[in-house]
T-cell receptor, first 114, second 115 residues
Framework: GVTQSPTHLIKTRGQQVTLRCSSQ?????VSWYQQALGQGPQFIFQ???????GRGNFPPRFSGLQFPNDSSELNVNALELDDSALYLC???????????????FGPGTRLTVL | DQQVKQNSPSLSVQEGRISILNCDYT??????FLWYKKYPAEGPTFLIS?????DKNEDGRFTVFLNKSAKHLSLHIVPSQPGDSAVYFC??????????????FGKGITLSVRP
């Protein structure tokens, strides 16, 4: 399945953070979501074949990478208090799945910004 | 502007009865719909999906119905079991018209199944 690390993280405002994700075997597309308390997950961006393939309404200080083994990183610079949330990674077949691309989620990383 | 709406925040059902979870959407470009189940401290788990070319999809105790004209879908769980107690998210994507398969989620419904 999809794995994420670390499980929990505490940072202070202004710091930088890197979150990691390993895709499900055979999946070449990774998507990142932010879930605030009481809300549904919000799309941050998607990576396919190491290129960003769509971005949600998040500022440039949210950036990502996808590696040759299809694992991925989410980097957030200049952390703000509102960045405190559960960060979810999802992997899928992407364009290879055609019209029914189903995303499978990891357990998430809980980020707290103080 | 919420494009996927789950208007009821919670639902309580007796074990063995049917649970019906509703979801409405506003974006007519959505063509693939999914339901996820989420326990506390875990990521969402995929349950069932439906393409816009269908109006029903069934998998064991779970059935999803899609009414495109009303922009409404529902998840039926029969019979409901205490282990079904969780938060259920409705999600949608516009795969055919979009560049990617990004998901737009509702806020979720908390289902409680009473023994």
């Amino acid at each position: 399945g999809v794995t994420q690390s670390p499980t929990h993280l505490i940072k202070t405002r202004g710091q930088q953070v890197t979150l990691r994700c390993s895709s499900q075997s055979g999946h070449n597309t990774v998507s990142w979501y932010q879930q605030a308390l009481g809300q549904g997950p919000q799309f941050i961006f998607q990576y396919y074949r190491k290129e960003e393939n769509g971005r949600g309404n998040f500022p440039p200080r949210f950036s990502g990478l996808q590696f040759p083994n299809d694992s991925s990183e989410l980097n957030v610079n200049a952390l703000e208090l509102d960045d405190s949330a559960l960060y979810l990674c999802a992997s899928s077949l992407g364009p290879l799945a055609g019209d029914t691309d189903t995303q499978y989620f990891g357990p998430g990383t809980r980020l707290t910004v103080l | 502007d919420q494009q996927v709406k789950q208007n009821s925040p919670s639902l309580s059902v007796q074990e063995g009865r049917i649970s019906i979870l509703n979801c409405d959407y506003t974006n007519s470009m959505f063509d693939y719909f999914l339901w996820y189940k989420k326990y506390p401290a875990e990521g969402p788990t995929f349950l069932i999906s439906i393409s816009s070319i269908k109006d029903k999809n069934e998998d064991g105790r779970f059935t999803v119905f899609l009414n495109k004209s009303a922009k409404h879908l529902s998840l039926h769980i029969v019979p409901s079991q205490p282990g079904d107690s969780a938060v259920y998210f409705c999600a949608a994507s516009a795969i055919r018209s979009g560049a990617n398969s990004k998901l737009t989620f509702g806020k979720g419904i908390t289902l409680s199944v009473r023994p």
